[in-house]
């Protein structure tokens, strides 16, 4: 059931999904943090029941007293979230959209906002073919000019749109990400766990993250090769089989 709230604050949950791994991340924990630190303001998560999530609670967000979950039969990446979303927007009388996500409703009844983290595509062209590049420079360019504001997270990714993009300079809000709550010092007995659980060596140096060719692990591997230490590497992150070759 959905409920109208005049000048509500409108974001896109339909990205805290499986296949976003990193940007379900950023809008589960922007959610979470907005509820809290913001408890006058009406937040209005869209949500797709249908969509792939075994990683985030979205029930908990519901316990909020100023959060309501709307659920949406829309589609991420969908000509449906083109003209289907307006009318959910009209609504919901929202007053703002925030898309976490540069594959967004571009033209929408009401002002937008958007994080754009990078644009590897551009940058790391032998990373994608050809037509993803091209779908993602003009989707990238459509987010930049019809959204009110633009956020990434760094200085870098701002010069980037700037350049690549010719996103303005004063529509653009670097602010930076942080590192989830739970990043905190454990105890010596949370450590020796996970120590025994993965075998770790007394020393090593750790790797977060996926292989894709982006993230140069090639070189590092290379790299470590070279080093005299009596550390181990230690690899750890999604693994996608279609780059495996390549490390």
Same mark, same amino acid.
């Given at each position: &059931?959905?409920?109208?709230?005049?000048?509500?604050?409108?974001?896109?949950?339909?990205?805290?999904?499986?296949?976003?791994?990193?940007?379900?991340?950023?809008?589960?924990?922007?959610?979470?943090?907005?509820?809290?630190?913001?408890?006058?303001?009406?937040?209005?998560?869209?949500?797709?029941? &249908?969509?792939?999530?075994?990683?985030?609670?979205?029930?908990?967000?519901?316990?909020?007293?100023?959060?309501?979950?709307?659920?949406?039969?829309?589609?991420?990446?969908?000509?449906?979230?083109?003209?289907r979303l307006r009318s959910v927007l009209c609504t919901l009388h929202s007053a703002i959209l925030h898309s976490p996500c540069y594959l967004k409703p571009y033209f929408l009844p009401v002002p937008s906002v958007v994080t754009i983290?990078?644009?590897?595509?551009?940058?790391?062209?032998?990373?994608?073919?050809?037509?993803?590049?091209?779908?993602?420079?003009?989707?990238?360019?459509?987010?930049?000019?019809t959204a009110a504001r633009v956020i990434v997270p760094s200085y870098a990714t701002r010069d980037d749109l700037m350049t690549h993009v010719r996103v303005p300079r004063e529509k653009i809000a670097v602010i930076p990400l942080a590192?989830?709550?739970?990043?905190?010092?454990?105890?010596?007995?949370?450590?020796?766990?996970?120590?025994?659980?993965?075998?770790?060596?007394?020393?090593?140096?750790?790797?977060?993250?996926?292989?894709?060719?982006?993230?140069?692990?090639? &070189?590092?591997?290379?790299?470590?090769?070279?080093?005299?230490?009596?550390?181990?590497?230690?690899?750890?992150?999604?693994?996608?089989?279609?780059?495996?070759?390549?490390?």
């Amino acid at each position: &059931m959905v409920h109208s709230h005049i000048g509500s604050f409108c974001i896109d949950g339909r990205y805290i999904q499986d296949h976003f791994p990193g940007i379900g991340r950023y809008t589960y924990n922007l959610i979470d943090a907005l509820a809290r630190t913001a408890p006058d303001s009406r937040l209005v998560v869209l949500c797709d029941p &249908m969509l792939k999530n075994t990683r985030y609670d979205l029930a908990a967000l519901a316990l909020y007293p100023n959060l309501q979950l709307t659920y949406v039969d829309i589609p991420t990446i969908s000509l449906a979230e083109q003209y289907r979303l307006r009318s959910v927007l009209c609504t919901l009388h929202s007053a703002i959209l925030h898309s976490p996500c540069y594959l967004k409703p571009y033209f929408l009844p009401v002002p937008s906002v958007v994080t754009i983290f990078d644009l590897i595509p551009l940058l790391f062209p032998h990373a994608v073919t050809w037509r993803a590049r091209f779908f993602f420079r003009w989707a990238v360019w459509l987010a930049g000019r019809t959204a009110a504001r633009v956020i990434v997270p760094s200085y870098a990714t701002r010069d980037d749109l700037m350049t690549h993009v010719r996103v303005p300079r004063e529509k653009i809000a670097v602010i930076p990400l942080a590192a989830d709550a739970r990043f905190t010092p454990q105890s010596d007995a949370e450590r020796a766990r996970v120590r025994e659980k993965y075998a770790l060596p007394a020393r090593y140096v750790l790797y977060v993250g996926i292989n894709k060719p982006h993230k140069n692990l090639a &070189m590092l591997l290379d790299a470590w090769t070279r080093v005299e230490s009596d550390a181990t590497l230690v690899i750890a992150g999604a693994w996608d089989e279609r780059y495996a070759p390549a490390v």
